[in-house]
């Protein structure tokens, strides 16, 4: 869905891309609240937690675990791609896109890689936080959540690594 979603939104920028990108989490949203099979708009009661073979997420330390060492590493993981020759061209990019473009980089697949793994990495979370309360419901991807993410990133520090962490 990322990469679809992605070749669609990243033709534009400012506030097109916002827009676009909002439109795509609507449509997905009322998707979730059209299939009845999996609760609609009343959303979907997990009987228990996933099963990943050595860990038991039933149990709260195992599963507490499990969502603190993936925080580090996607901290990590991040961090150590804001300051590869990957993360020096994405600043290029984000600076001077069509000088950036002039030396011959590929601009879009490099944004189009950055908006996959953004993707990658929020639907980790989703599937933890699914995991965490036990249920899944369409509002999690209204419009309503994009803006307190937002807020959270803005609070604390946009363009950092451990911004939304803070």
Request: net charge positive; charged share 10%.
């Amino acid at each position: 869905i990322a990469v679809i979603t992605g070749a669609i939104s990243l033709r534009t920028t400012g506030m097109a891309f916002i827009m676009i990108t909002l439109a795509f989490a609507q449509m997905i949203y009322f998707l979730g609240v059209s299939l009845k099979q999996y609760g609609g708009d009343d959303g979907m009661r997990l009987d228990t937690r996933s099963h990943l073979f050595p860990l038991d997420l039933n149990s709260p330390y195992q599963f507490y675990y499990l969502v603190f060492t993936l925080l580090l590493l996607v901290l990590f993981f991040t961090w150590r791609l804001v300051h590869s020759k990957y993360g020096y061209t994405l600043r290029s990019i984000k600076s001077n896109e069509r000088r950036t473009r002039a030396l011959g980089i590929p601009t879009n697949q490099f944004k189009l890689s950055a908006f996959v793994i953004a993707a990658l990495i929020a639907s980790t979370g989703g599937f933890l936080l699914a995991n965490l309360t036990t249920y899944v419901s369409p509002s999690f991807g209204n419009w309503t959540v994009s803006g307190e993410l937002i807020v959270m990133v803005v609070l604390g520090g946009i363009g950092t690594v451990f911004g939304g962490v803070v």
